[in-house]
């Protein structure tokens, strides 16, 4: 089916350690983009990526790395987890206009 | 003040009500509106998309823009338990390329 896949689904962490998330599409979309959901505070934009080599900054940038090294992928790096990091990662594709397609998401736990 | 502003809920209403949910929002800018409903563990999924001001239709949805007001709703008519879910309002203009601005989301709760 056509969409948007991310990997891994669940996660726990430990305080410093590393990890990358992994969002894939097949809807050959230009633009992707990471969020973090968190209660109340609705979904924020952390980076984004207008075209295969290209990342730019959203909302909230800091702690997170990004690379589009491919069209299909959109990876979103942690350096260094910090319990702050306790979040759902929702990753979106879109096409034209509208038609954001979001995954069904990352639940990441930092201890 | 956020751009785009949205009741949190929870909003708890009886199976078969007319449920109301809206959003404000302060740039003059934004002329595309949507709504995307959440169901619990999964990523939100686009449900109404409406261009500028006026009524969108679609079975029991109805997307409404007033953009005098700066005012959106989303009105769900002969509401079911199925429709339980977290509804986010969202909001773009063409000078910053599209790019959604979110509400915080309400939580909709339809008691059988």
């Known amino acids: 089916n056509a969409g948007v896949t991310q990997t891994p689904k669940f996660r726990v962490l430990k305080t410093g350690q590393s990890m990358t998330l992994l969002c894939a599409q097949d809807m050959n979309h230009e633009y992707m983009y990471w969020y973090r959901q968190d209660p109340g505070m609705g979904l924020r934009l952390i980076h984004y990526?207008?075209?295969?080599?290209?990342?730019a900054k959203g909302e909230v940038p800091d702690g997170y790395n990004v690379s589009r090294l491919k069209k299909q992928n959109f990876l979103l790096g942690l350096e260094s987890a910090a319990p702050s990091q306790t979040s759902v990662y929702f990753c979106?594709?879109?096409?034209?206009?509208?038609?954001?397609?979001f995954g069904s998401g990352t639940r990441l736990t930092v201890v | 003040q956020k751009e785009v502003e949205q009741d949190p809920g929870p909003l708890s209403v009886p199976e078969g009500a007319i449920v109301s949910l809206n959003c404000t929002y302060s740039?003059?800018?934004?002329?595309?509106f949507m709504w995307y409903r959440q169901y619990s563990r999964k990523g939100p999924e686009l449900l109404m998309y409406t261009y500028s001001s006026g009524n969108k239709e679609d079975g029991r949805f109805t997307a409404q823009v007033d953009k005098s007001s700066k005012y959106i709703s989303l009105f769900i008519r002969d509401s079911q338990p199925s429709d339980s879910a977290t509804y986010l309002c969202a909001m773009s203009a063409v000078d910053s390329n599209y790019q959604l601005i979110w509400g915080a989301g309400t939580k909709l709760i339809i008691k059988p």
């Open positions: 740039n003059s800018a934004f002329q595309y």
């Open positions: 990526s207008v075209g295969e080599g290209t990342t």
């Open positions: 979106a594709s879109r096409d034209l206009v509208y038609g954001y397609t």
